[in-house]
């Protein structure tokens, strides 16, 4: 053993031969930025401001597999040349020729259709053309197989019946191929290149269709993300699963939920006073503001109607603590506004809050909004309609759910639109623990 191990000199040396892994860890951050700066570049060639993400998406791919394969044609063309095949060599040579100056009219005319079509079609031809020249598949190496990237790009740049077009081309090549194999003179190459060869298209073509995919599944599934994200937004989670699994009416009764709703006071003549780009901007400060209290709560946004703010809680989860969860919402909003300035503005709300069975879903076919329907709903919003600036108004249904735990003020009857005289109340604020008595604390 003691001689297979070589002299602690030569250990050291051959170790310095080694890269480090710092190094290492650089050179692979260079070529990674590298390919990020292709990549944008590659995003710019020939894009429209007004191209939708899957065309602009299209555009990229077409870019990046017609000119990323371009130091690969250079390179078959000069080893070609120098193997003594130069009719071979050219054919490849009028790729880079021809791809370079094509690229540039798509990044002048930005037509899509022309630049994916001609290099489709050339990267369909080219590589039969080259096999013909060289006697048939095993002289060429089976060149031929560069002529499959012509269906796979159609695939992900063409609509799909298009791209049927293109796979049945490739294959009446291949058959005409098997036709004229007997009747072509094959070029006299060493076995090693042919065998070299083999290697070198297969695992280029392979590679080169992996890079594609492994791409396109990237900006695939970055828009799916992102759109999924954007309707998760517009609709609860339970709601956009059931929409995409299958469109119809979705409807579900909800025995007990509370909705409040909260109204800007005197914002009439307040927005007379400004322009409708600062009212804009102070709504949807106040909105945002609104919206980060609702997902601490993990309460349920409705929606917005000009100033009108609408949460519900127990849709569409139902949960045994909506009316509590509501009302200390309404509490932290209330503080919320009291301890800021929205626009350089000192704003007040009126809250109202109702508690009862609803009907929640989603009715219609286009630009779906979840929403709530009852007499509880419309209940809510008359405790808005006709509460105090900086109230919290409910109900005695949310009363009776929530007496316990929050400190309410009776404010008598009301006289309510649709519903005669109710008795409401003011929450005041959260009850205070109750401290354990002395015998307790012992």
Same mark, same amino acid.
């Given at each position: 053993?003691?001689? $297979? ?14 890269? +480090?892994?710092?190094? &290492? ?9 590298? /390919?990020?700066?292709?990549? @944008?570049?590659? /995003?710019?060639?020939?894009?429209? !401001? ?13 870019? &990046? ?17 120098? @193997? ?36 489709? &079609? ?24 560069? @002529?499959? #990237?012509?269906? #796979? ?11 049927? $077009? ?46 594609? #995919? ?37 409807? @579900? ?9 909260? +109204? ?34 993990? &309460? ?17 989860? !139902? ?36 508690? /009862? ?13 979840? +929403? $709530? ?38 404010? /008598? ?24 008595? !002395?015998?307790?604390?012992?």
């Amino acid at each position: 053993m003691r001689r $297979l191990l070589p002299p602690m000199s030569a250990r050291g040396r051959f170790r310095g031969m080694l890269p +480090d892994a710092s190094h &290492l860890t650089q050179q692979s951050g260079r070529l990674h930025s590298l /390919g990020q700066r292709l990549m @944008a570049y590659a /995003g710019r060639v020939g894009v429209d !401001p007004g191209d939708s993400s899957d065309i602009a998406l299209q555009k990229r791919l077409a870019v &990046l597999l017609f000119v990323g394969t371009l130091p690969l044609t250079i390179l078959w063309s000069i080893v070609y040349l120098i @193997a003594g095949a130069p009719l071979t060599a050219a054919i490849p040579a009028f790729y880079s020729i021809f791809t370079p100056i094509n690229t540039a009219l798509f990044a002048w005319s930005r037509n899509l259709g022309v630049y994916r079509f001609s290099q489709l &079609l050339v990267v369909l031809v080219l590589p039969w053309l080259v096999m013909m020249s060289m006697g048939g598949f095993k002289p060429s190496s089976v060149v031929i197989i560069w @002529a499959a #990237l012509c269906p #796979l790009g159609a695939l992900l740049l063409e609509e799909l019946r298009r791209t049927l $077009l293109w796979i049945v081309g490739f294959v009446l090549l291949l058959v005409a191929s098997a036709i004229l194999q007997p009747y072509l003179t094959p070029v006299d190459l060493p076995e090693s290149f042919v065998t070299w060869f083999f290697m070198l298209n297969i695992g280029s073509v392979i590679s080169i269709t992996f890079l594609l #995919l492994y791409y396109f599944v990237g900006q695939r599934n970055f828009f799916q993300e992102r759109a999924e994200m954007l309707l998760l937004n517009i609709l609860p989670r339970e709601i956009s699963e059931a929409l995409k699994a299958e469109q119809r009416t979705i409807a @579900a009764q909800y025995d007990s939920a509370s909705i409040l709703f909260a +109204d800007v006071v005197e914002f009439t003549p307040m927005a007379a006073t400004m322009t409708p780009m600062r009212l804009v901007d102070l709504l949807n400060d106040v909105f945002q503001c609104f919206d980060d209290l609702v997902e601490t709560y993990d &309460l349920e946004k409705i929606k917005t109607i000009g100033d009108c703010y609408m949460v519900a809680a127990g849709v569409p989860r !139902p949960r045994t603590d909506h009316a509590h969860a509501l009302v200390q919402l309404a509490l932290d909003m209330r503080a919320a506004v009291a301890s800021r300035t929205f626009g350089g503005r000192r704003l007040a709300f009126r809250i109202g809050i109702n508690s /009862g069975p609803v009907v929640a879903g989603v009715i219609g076919r286009k630009k779906f909004i979840y +929403d $709530l329907w009852g007499e509880a709903v419309n209940l809510a919003s008359r405790m808005e309609s006709h509460g105090q600036s900086g109230a919290i108004q409910i109900t005695r249904n949310t009363y009776e759910l929530v007496k316990d735990a929050f400190v309410c003020e009776a404010k /008598g009857l009301v006289n309510v639109k649709g519903a005669s005289q109710m008795d409401v109340w003011h929450v005041l604020g959260r009850k205070a623990a109750p401290q354990p008595s !002395p015998q307790q604390a012992a």
